[in-house]
């Protein structure tokens, strides 16, 4: 079964930024969130450098090392704990393997080798390549591969090996030693370059270890289970077609599926499989085995023709990592059999979506005007966008008081140190494709590959609308609505190549037509790149395009130009859903925000939002609306406390006035911050609201969360 017709659909990346490494074989590699790491791997001798691949950017880098750095080596083991990576084994030089351990701290890329206890029975590890090395919970469990009698490395006399170690880690860095479990059941026979994954079902909570395929003078296409927990070896029975025996080749695990790829398979001759594995070629094959119903699925086939070039080529000896729910494919070996000064490799970088991406967090408001909201949401790993919706509901009369509706909020990263200003930043003006407020948030490896550890205060702020003060000296109850996610939804079948977005703005305030219970249905605002928006208008569809969009899940994404626009009107509740899309489709869509329009005359919320700690209290400070709709008469700040109604409600946050007057600044006592509630919806944090008061009354109010502690932000890791 071809790819395209099992929903998989396989992309190539066609350009780079940064040191590209070069063509290879042999290599491993390993994810940290977004980050892919390789390391090793031979072509014109063999490779001492480290690569990182930044899979949302696009951009490669080479990390400044230091500490203990291994020699190049291929076909070693790789694994990756946390932000930990330990290398081991592997053929340093034609004929010469090794068994030394070294363990890496990509945080600080930080190498430093490490010198594990011998087994108390037994001896360590022999010098080898080939070996599977995996990790499940602190050990790491390896098995088999190839040495060389000899001790002449220009003399080679392979062994194959099927042995089996268990190396337990200590917390954070360094290792304890090895050990060799007593197993049960009969061990799999001698074997190289095969691979191994560790797979623990939910329900059932026992982690298995899955051997398959490899090689031992014919190449194989076995697959051995071992039950980590109670060290017993066994053959599962399969379903399926099995894949041909093959070498070199890949396999990752995704959901309850493992993904094998490529590899060396026997050339057949007439149709079938040579016996004697006398030659063989590279193989572009793709299967997965369903690891809870130990079924086999074919969805390339070795025959497969791809004369549009659509699919990643023949190869062996390749890297593949999972990042999320994603699959990439790196370089590998091409073409048949040739001598080891004479071989071709792949340059190219695949990645497959082997389903939906899952539902973004909720859109949230940075910035509202009468006739236009900037939002964002959270990023999903690995989408190629997101397909924005509203839903307009009837206009909402003008509420006196404070607006304040518990909308979910944006984050923003304040500066460094104690005793600092934690800036929120201008949240207006920004472009749509450029704004995510939260982006320094994200720990990511940067291309400068230094370790900055800030000890910051950090806020995250949104604007708020709605709610009433009736008594503004008293605790005031800002309600926060919330809807449950509806079912119907559009599912646009087109991939996003570019991103189709809403970019205009109207300046003139719209005549607002009535709005029927029948007409709110769920409207496009567009296709982004990115998760932001700056959302003034909304497609409109024909009705019978509605009717079809609003319940169908394989509708067809529109083509916007061809669409009318409508404004958004002043004073306006609109309800926002997000969903992001990849390879496969359109995913879930988000939970639903509601937010309210601004009512003219009345004045924008504050802006950079500063917060200065002290050792007995802190300090607040804003900056005037940037649309005060007249003289500013007061401002007025609010702390969110604790209350037998937030027990009853936890949604409902409580808030007492703990500022009143024109100047852009307070002081917030240590007895105030001691009655303060710890919001727990996302990081805990204090939440204060800031508004400004006109001669119309109080506008949205400026949303602040205060997250507590020292915070580490690494521009690293």
């Known amino acids: 079964m071809a790819a395209a017709a099992a929903g998989l659909s396989w992309r190539r990346v066609s350009s780079f930024t940064g040191p590209v490494p070069r063509s290879r074989h042999g290599h491993r590699a390993v994810a940290i969130r977004e980050l892919v790491i390789i390391f090793g791997g031979g072509n014109e001798g063999i490779a001492d450098e480290l690569h990182v691949y930044n899979t949302v950017t696009n951009q490669w880098f080479l990390p400044a090392v230091r500490g203990d750095i291994p020699p190049g080596c291929a076909a070693h083991g790789f694994v990756c704990d946390g932000t930990r990576i330990l290398v081991f084994g592997g053929m340093v030089e034609y004929g010469r393997y090794s068994n030394d351990l070294y363990e890496l701290q990509?945080?600080?890329?930080?190498?430093?080798?490490?010198?594990?206890?011998?087994?108390?029975?037994?001896?360590?590890?022999c010098p080898r390549l080939g070996h599977s090395f995996s990790l499940y919970g602190n050990k790491c469990y390896l098995f088999g591969g190839l040495a060389n009698e000899s001790e002449d490395s220009n003399n080679n006399v392979p062994r194959y090996l099927n042995d089996f170690y268990e190396l337990e880690l200590q917390h954070g860095s360094g290792v304890v030693g090895w050990s060799i479990p007593v197993t049960k059941g009969i061990l799999p026979s001698p074997r190289e370059s095969h691979t191994a994954i560790i797979y623990c079902r939910k329900d059932l909570g026992s982690p298995k270890m899955y051997i398959f395929g490899g090689m031992c003078g014919c190449r194989l296409n076995d697959l051995w289970e071992l039950d980590i927990e109670t060290m017993t070896w066994s053959r599962?029975?399969?379903?399926?077609?099995?894949?041909?025996?093959?070498?070199?080749?890949?396999?990752?695990?995704?959901?309850?599926?493992?993904?094998?790829?490529?590899?060396?398979?026997?050339?057949?001759?007439?149709?079938?499989?040579?016996?004697?594995?006398?030659?063989?070629?590279?193989?572009?094959?793709?299967?997965?085995?369903?690891?809870?119903?130990?079924?086999?699925?074919?969805?390339?086939?070795?025959?497969?023709?791809?004369?549009?070039?659509?699919?990643?080529?023949?190869?062996?000896?390749?890297?593949?990592?999972?990042?999320?729910?994603?699959?990439?494919?790196?370089?590998?070996?091409?073409?048949?059999?040739?001598?080891?000064?004479?071989q071709v490799c792949c340059k190219d970088l695949w990645y497959l979506d082997t389903e939906k991406p899952p539902a973004p967090s909720q859109v949230q408001l940075i910035r509202a005007t009468t006739n236009s909201f900037q939002v964002?949401?959270?990023?999903?790993?690995?989408?190629?966008?997101?397909?924005?919706?509203?839903?307009?509901?009837?206009?909402?009369?003008?509420?006196?008081?404070?607006?304040?509706?518990?909308?979910?909020?944006?984050?923003?990263?304040?500066?460094?140190?104690?005793?600092?200003?934690?800036?929120?930043?201008?949240?207006?003006?920004?472009?749509?494709?450029?704004?995510?407020?939260?982006?320094?948030?994200?720990?990511?490896?940067?291309?400068?590959?230094?370790?900055?550890?800030?000890?910051?205060?950090?806020?995250?702020?949104?604007?708020?609308?709605?709610?009433?003060?009736?008594?503004?000296?008293?605790?005031?109850?800002?309600?926060?609505?919330?809807?449950?996610?509806?079912?119907?939804?559009?599912?646009?079948?087109?991939?996003?190549?570019?991103?189709?977005?809403?970019?205009?703005?109207?300046?003139?305030?719209?005549?607002?037509?009535?709005?029927?219970?029948?007409?709110?249905?769920?409207?496009?605002?567009?296709?982004?790149?990115?998760?932001?928006?700056?959302?003034?208008?909304?497609?409109?569809?024909?009705?019978?395009?509605?009717?079809?969009?609003?319940?169908?899940?394989?509708?067809?994404?529109?083509?916007?130009?061809?669409?009318?626009?409508?404004?958004?009107?002043?004073?306006?509740?609109?309800?926002?859903?997000?969903?992001a899309i990849n390879g496969c489709g359109v995913g879930p869509f988000s939970k639903i925000s509601e937010f309210k329009t601004c009512i003219p005359g009345f004045p924008g919320a504050p802006s950079t939002v500063k917060i200065t700690k002290s050792v007995d209290c802190i300090h607040l400070s804003w900056e005037p609306p940037a649309s005060p709709s007249g003289n500013i008469l007061e401002y007025s700040a609010y702390l969110a406390i604790r209350s037998t109604q937030l027990q009853e409600n936890p949604s409902h946050l409580v808030f007492m006035r703990i500022y009143c007057g024109l100047k852009t600044s307070c002081i917030v006592t240590a007895a105030q911050l001691s009655n303060a509630h710890v919001d727990y919806t996302s990081r805990p944090a204090i939440v204060f609201r800031i508004s400004a008061k006109n001669e119309r009354g109080y506008g949205p109010a400026t949303q602040v969360r205060w997250l507590q502690g020292k915070v580490s932000v690494r521009r690293s890791i």
């Open 106 to 125: 990509a945080s600080r890329w930080l190498w430093k080798k490490v010198k594990p206890q011998a087994p108390s029975t037994g001896s360590p590890p």
């Open 236 to 342: 599962p029975e399969t379903k399926g077609t099995v894949p041909l025996p093959r070498s070199l080749h890949t396999a990752n695990v995704i959901g309850n599926k493992m993904y094998v790829f490529g590899g060396w398979v026997p050339q057949s001759a007439g149709g079938e499989v040579s016996a004697h594995d006398g030659e063989w070629k590279c193989t572009g094959s793709f299967s997965y085995l369903n690891l809870d119903t130990t079924e086999w699925i074919g969805l390339i086939s070795d025959c497969q023709e791809d004369k549009s070039n659509l699919l990643p080529g023949p190869r062996a000896g390749h890297c593949a990592v999972a990042v999320g729910t994603r699959l990439y494919i790196w370089s590998g070996r091409d073409g048949y059999r040739k001598a080891w000064n004479n």
């Open 376 to 579: 964002k949401w959270d990023e999903v790993p690995t989408v190629e966008g997101y397909l924005l919706q509203l839903h307009a509901d009837s206009p909402v009369p003008p509420a006196a008081g404070i607006p304040g509706t518990g909308v979910p909020e944006t984050s923003v990263l304040s500066p460094q140190g104690p005793q600092t200003s934690a800036n929120v930043g201008e949240l207006h003006g920004l472009d749509k494709q450029t704004v995510n407020p939260d982006a320094s948030v994200s720990s990511t490896i940067s291309s400068t590959q230094t370790m900055v550890t800030q000890q910051a205060v950090k806020t995250e702020t949104s604007s708020t609308n709605g709610a009433v003060v009736k008594d503004e000296t008293s605790l005031t109850t800002f309600n926060s609505k919330s809807e449950a996610a509806e079912t119907a939804y559009v599912m646009p079948s087109t991939r996003v190549s570019s991103g189709q977005t809403n970019d205009s703005h109207s300046s003139k305030t719209p005549q607002r037509p009535p709005v029927k219970a029948r007409d709110r249905q769920w409207y496009d605002v567009g296709i982004f790149k990115n998760n932001s928006a700056v959302v003034s208008q909304f497609y409109l569809l024909p009705e019978e395009t509605l009717n079809i969009s609003n319940k169908m899940e394989s509708a067809d994404v529109p083509d916007y130009r061809l669409l009318k626009k409508q404004d958004l009107f002043p004073g306006t509740v609109y309800r926002f859903r997000v969903a």
